[in-house]
C-alpha cells in the first residue's frame, strides 16, 4: 500500500502549484486512495480536468514523489499535507489549496494562532519602513502571529518587527525549500528559523520564477484572518495578496498615505474600495480581541507601539542583513540553476519527525473528503460571485482584452512594451481570479 504522504506528494506533482482542480476532485472522490487508483477515463469525467492533467493522474509513478519525500527526511525538513491533522484549516477554505507544503524551523500549528499577513513593496519609503516594522512589532507582541513573504522591503521589516518583540514568525516562499530567495535575507531567514518557519508549497529545487509570486501569495492571505497592505504602488504585487484576501473572504486593512507619493497610490484605493483604516495598531487587533481573547491583547500592543522610538528596528534590521530598500536601478536576474536532482531511492518508510515540533501525521490511504465537500462547494459558489467584482490592473485588463476567441499563447501576448514575466504574472492573477482558464498546448481562455 503507497502511503498517504507519497500519494499527497504524487498529487501535487501532477497538478502543479496553484491548480485548482484539487476541490473538484475531493467533491467526486471519497478517499485519497480512490484518487490514486482511478484511470484516465474516471478524470476526464470531472469538469475541468483535461486531457494533460487527466494523463498525469493517470501516471501512477511514485517514484519521484517517493525521493522528495526520502530527502526531506533526510535532510530533515518538514511537510505537511493536506490530510494531517495540522494542515492549516483555513486553507482549506480557499479555493486553490496546496496539498503539500515543505518547511524548516520550528513547527508551528497555525490552527491555533491569529495569523495577520503583512504586504507591501519592494521599495519602501523611510515611512512605509517604520510603519511595517511598528504595526509589526506591535501586533506580535499583543499575540499576532506575523506572516509575510521574506522578499525585500515590506516583507522583511515585517519579520524584523515581529523577531524584536521576541515572537516567532512565518515566511512563505515563491521556490523550493532549500533555497534562500533573495540572497540576501539568508541571515534573516536563518533567524526567523529559529522561533518560527519558513514554508512553501514549491518542491525542493524549484527556482524563484516570476509567476510563482503571484501564486504564492494566496498562501500568506490564506494563512491568515486578515491582511495588512503597506505601501503598495498600481500593479504591486502586494495588490494581488489584497485581491485574494478578498477572494477569499479575509479581512482587509490598509495604511494610507501621502496622495503625491505613487507608493501610496494602491493603499488609497483599497480604503476606497472598503479596506479597513490603519492608524494605529489597535484598528487591527480590537477586530479580534472578542473572538480570540486567549491571543489577542489590545492593551499589550498599544503598550508596545507607544514604546516605538523613531529609529527603533534600525540596528537589529543591519544585524539580521534586512535589505528593505533595494537600489533604485534594476536588480540584476538571478542566473538559473537547473533544480538540485533527487536522487533515486528506495520507497521511503514511515518518516520521523523532521524539525523541531514537527506535527503528527496520518499514514493510511484513507483519507476521506466527505467532510471538506460541504466546505468547498461553499467556496466554489461565492468565487463564482465575487470574482468579477475584484479589481485588476490596467495591464491585466489589456492583456485579458488581447486573448483571442480560441485562446492564446503567452508568447502571443508578449510584445508592445509587455515584457514575457509581466505575461506571465498577469496570466497567473487572472488564472487567480476567474478570469482566464489554461487548456491543453499552452493556451489561455477567457472564462466570462
Not at 526520502?70 to 496539498?99: E, H, M, N
Not at 477586530?287 to 528596528?313: C, D, M, Q, W
Not at 470574482?387 to 486573448?403: G, M, V
Not at 480560441?406 to 478570469?435: F, K, Q
Amino acid at each position: 500500500m503507497v502511503p498517504d504522504r507519497v500519494i499527497w506528494i504524487w498529487l501535487s506533482l501532477a497538478l502543479g502549484a496553484g491548480s485548482k482542480i484539487p476541490n473538484k476532485l475531493f467533491a467526486s472522490f471519497d478517499t485519497l486512495a480512490e484518487i490514486y487508483s482511478s484511470p484516465k477515463e474516471r478524470f476526464l469525467e470531472i469538469e475541468g480536468v483535461n486531457e494533460v492533467i487527466a494523463e498525469k493522474l493517470a501516471d501512477k509513478d511514485v517514484s519521484r514523489a517517493e525521493n522528495i519525500l526520502s530527502v526531506c527526511i533526510k535532510r530533515r525538513w518538514g511537510l505537511i499535507t493536506y490530510g494531517d491533522k495540522a494542515y492549516p484549516r483555513r486553507l482549506k477554505s480557499i479555493p486553490d489549496p496546496p496539498l503539500v507544503l515543505y518547511y524548516r524551523g520550528r513547527f508551528i500549528d497555525l490552527n491555533d494562532q491569529v495569523c495577520v499577513a503583512v504586504v507591501g513593496t519592494r521599495r519602501m519609503t523611510e515611512y512605509g519602513e517604520g510603519q511595517a516594522y511598528s504595526l509589526s512589532y506591535s501586533m506580535a507582541s499583543g499575540g499576532a502571529l506575523i506572516v509575510s513573504g521574506l522578499a525585500l522591503g515590506c516583507d522583511s521589516m515585517a519579520a524584523n518587527g515581529a523577531l524584536d518583540a521576541g515572537a516567532p514568525t512565518v515566511a512563505v516562499l515563491g521556490c523550493g525549500i532549500d533555497r534562500i530567495y533573495p540572497a540576501e535575507h539568508k541571515t534573516l531567514a536563518e533567524h526567523i528559523m529559529r522561533s518560527g518557519m519558513i514554508m512553501t508549497e514549491y518542491t525542493p529545487g524549484e527556482q524563484p520564477l516570476g509567476f510563482h509570486f503571484p501564486a504564492r501569495n494566496r498562501i500568506i492571505s490564506g494563512l491568515s484572518q486578515g491582511t495588512v497592505v503597506i505601501e503598495a504602488p498600481v500593479g504591486s504585487g502586494a495588490l494581488i495578496t489584497a485581491r485574494t484576501a478578498l477572494l477569499q473572504g479575509r479581512d482587509l486593512f490598509a495604511v494610507p498615505g501621502d496622495l503625491r507619493d505613487e507608493n501610496s497610490a494602491g493603499c488609497n484605493e483599497l480604503i476606497k474600495g472598503g479596506a479597513r483604516v490603519v492608524t494605529s495598531v489597535s484598528d487591527i487587533m480590537s477586530v479580534y480581541e472578542f473572538t480570540y481573547p486567549h491571543r489577542i491583547s489590545v492593551s499589550a500592543a498599544e503598550r508596545a507601539e507607544s514604546s516605538l522610538k523613531k529609529n527603533a528596528g534600525q540596528e537589529t534590521a543591519k544585524l539580521r542583513g534586512v535589505s528593505s530598500r533595494p537600489p533604485k536601478e534594476k536588480e540584476p536576474k538571478e542566473k538559473e540553476k537547473k533544480p538540485e536532482k533527487l536522487q533515486k531511492s528506495k520507497p521511503a518508510s514511515e518518516p520521523q519527525k523532521t524539525t523541531a515540533n514537527a506535527p503528527e501525521t496520518e499514514n493510511t490511504s484513507s483519507y476521506s473528503f466527505r467532510r471538506d465537500r460541504e466546505e468547498a462547494e461553499r467556496i466554489k459558489n461565492a468565487k463564482k460571485e465575487s470574482a468579477t467584482e475584484l479589481p485588476i490592473t490596467d495591464r491585466e485588463r489589456e492583456i485579458l482584452s488581447l486573448i483571442k476567441r480560441d485562446g492564446s499563447t503567452p508568447d502571443e501576448l508578449t510584445g508592445d512594451g509587455r515584457s514575457a514575466s509581466d505575461v506571465m504574472s498577469a496570466l497567473t492573477v487572472l488564472e487567480i481570479l476567474g478570469c482566464v482558464a489554461a487548456v491543453p498546448g499552452g493556451r489561455y481562455i477567457k472564462t466570462q
